[in-house]
């Protein structure tokens, strides 16, 4: 979901090959392990191809009756990306939310599988004004936190005050400001100087004065009120917000302990302090508790965090839920006492620790995996569900294949308008156009982003990297959303001949007045490392462009998860692979998110381009379904189409393999592994 700006995991599988054992151990056998390669042909076509590279399985004893664990407590997950923060404001990427979602709780869950549909947790009911603007939220009595102190109102009153002051742009807070502060707000500091916010600069914030400060801290705070004698807190907005229920489960929903967030490093509470604790970067965090530990109430606490490794949760043996709020919700402790979480950048690595029973879970590169997967599936199951009726078992082997998962989210290529240079910037080769690099506004020519998108693959990336399972993105929200393009028009294709002309057409010249088709370019482009996806994303760029000319270079690097999203957040990269998964199913997550409310803004688009974008998503926003489908089809979607932002491909078919011992899980494309609601046998 979310979530955020985030890192996608979409392509999960999971196999212990320890059994339970009556018979006698079979000898070691050598297995084939599929790795992905990326070569170019004649026509400069990328093709994706696999090579087998075989290696030696730990031996599995025979399987007597039943499929059991080696360790029914313990759950152990290899992952490629680490946590970026742990502080709840700020995260807003899948691999930081997984954790946050384990630890915390919210005041609103999803109702099983469900997207759009929920149900109370820390709030127990909720009342909507007749007008829509008042939410009043009646907090479940008796929650305590891991750390023995009572849940009250003013805790949850504080942790969103204490969200929408910390701010900045890099934060999910757009999504609390545009409902609270009114449509088109995007962070606090606009209350503070509407014409010219400080926007991530808390040097300058604080050098507004005292009176203008605290005003803006009382606004934000008369927004959200508190009654601990009557268990309730209290949302007025703005203006009638139809998604706002709906975007209470993301990370920045996390309700959090306002003792113990003071006690490390987070806002006091004091309207005339807030100023001191706005907009801090995550590396600023993780200096402090705030950042670096955690103090929910969710089902399980935190055991540690170890940045580049892994992390370690355990079960919160007092936690609060003794009543199902759907069916088959579990209650009580968690059935899983302790979840280990690894770090592994390497599928192969991955796969080898899988198969020596030494992890439960891996998350896999790419499509490309999926072979190996099958070489070991022996239950498999349709519908986006694990229930039995929808299994089938037609063998021995481990693992259970679960097809035609929802997907609530999409990766595509980004480019910078303009990267920012601060302190030097390895991704633009010498930063000028001279045929070692290009200049830091690049990608402000709407022609060089067009040719980029005509240079791209589609079909050698849908057939050879995603093995088909995927649909084509026709505009920005995804199929089924408002607004969604009604056929191609505004539709990239992958046409050499058009990329050609586009870059003809650029006017950009080198020192000397040569045009670019002569002088060439040389840039870089990043993907986060072990996401085989993204590689082989940034891979068909290379070859696309370099196939209609050999002087167009672009070469293709790997970076850490947190390094990628620093240096994404930072303007630095150039061209980029990310991905985005909703945090509420709605266009109004999707639409500004592309455009003025976060990614268009990383990209640093010309304000003139931004306002085109606002003025169109805020009168969608609070418009009836109708008049928003119009807006979204006549003004939105061609609009993103010539200007051409990025590159937008394909939403996945979902896909899932997990161990046959593993009981339970909801199949929610709103979330990803919630360990709550698994077990093993």
Known sequence: MRNKAFLIIGLLAAVSMVFAACAPTAPAETITVIETVVITTEAGTPIVQTKEVVVTATPAPTQAVG???????????????????????????????????????????????????????????WDISPDGTTYTFHIRDGVTFHDGTTLTPTDVAYTFIRNLLQGGTNSPQFLLTEPILGVGSADVTELVDPENPPYDDQATLVTYPADVLSAACETVSSHITADDAAMTVTFTLAQPWGPFIASL??????????????????????????????????????????????????????????????????????????????????????????????????????????????????????????????????????????????????????????????????TDVYFAFTVNTEGGNNYIGSGQLDGNGIPPNFFSDE?????????????????????????????????????????????????????????????????????????????????????????????????????????????????????????????????????????????????PIFTNAYYGRKQNMPADLLAQFADINNRAAIADQATRETIYQDEFNPLYYNTAPGITLFVPFGRRYEPRYLVGGEFNPMYYEYYYYWSKQ
């Open 67 to 125: 499929f059991t664990s080696k360790d029914p407590l313990t759950f152990v997950e290899e992952v490629f990306g680490d946590i970026v923060t742990l502080d709840t404001g700020y995260e807003y990427d899948s691999a930081s939310y997984t954790a946050i979602a384990n630890i915390y709780d919210f005041l609103v869950w999803y109702d099983g599988n469900e997207a759009s549909q929920f149900v109370p947790m820390l709030a127990t009911s």
């Open 447 to 591: 022609h060089i982003r067009k040719a980029f998108n005509y240079c791209f693959d589609f079909d050698a990336y849908l057939n050879d990297v995603m093995l088909g399972e995927g649909e084509r993105s026709l505009g920005v929200m995804l199929p089924g959303m408002v607004g969604y393009p009604q056929d191609d028009r505004f539709t990239y294709t992958y046409d050499p001949d058009l990329c050609t002309q586009e870059f003809q057409a650029s006017t950009w010249t080198g020192p000397n007045g040569e045009a670019l088709w002569d002088i060439g370019f040389r840039m870089t482009t990043a993907y986060n490392t072990g996401n085989d996806a993204r590689q082989s994303i940034s891979q068909i760029i290379q070859a696309g462009v370099s196939a209609v000319n050999p002087k167009f270079v672009v070469e293709v690097t790997g970076l850490p998860w947190p390094a990628f999203l620093s240096a994404t957040q930072a303007s630095q990269l150039p061209i980029y692979t990310v991905g985005w998964g909703s945090d509420y199913y709605d266009t109004q997550n999707w639409a």
């Open 249 to 410: 489960p993301g990370g920045w929903g996390a309700i959090r302990s306002k003792a113990w967030t003071i006690a490390n490093g987070g806002w006091d509470g004091d309207c005339g302090t807030w100023q001191n604790y706005y907009g801090f970067a995550d590396d600023t965090l993780n200096t402090l508790g705030v950042g670096n530990s955690a103090m929910g109430t969710g089902p399980y606490m935190l055991d540690h965090w170890t940045p580049g490794e892994g992390y370690v949760l355990i079960a919160n043996p007092d936690y609060w839920k003794t009543e199902s709020s759907f069916d088959g919700e579990p209650t009580g402790a968690p059935k899983l006492q302790t979840i280990v979480v690894e770090e592994v950048d390497e599928f192969n690595t991955r796969l080898a620790k899988l198969e020596a029973g030494d992890a439960d879970f891996i998350i896999l590169g790419s499509a490309a995996n999926y072979p190996i997967m099958d070489q070991l599936t022996g239950e498999f199951c349709t519908g986006g569900t694990n229930d039995p009726v929808n299994c089938q078992a037609e063998s021995d082997q481990p693992l259970r294949r679960i097809l035609d998962i929802t997907n609530a989210g999409r």
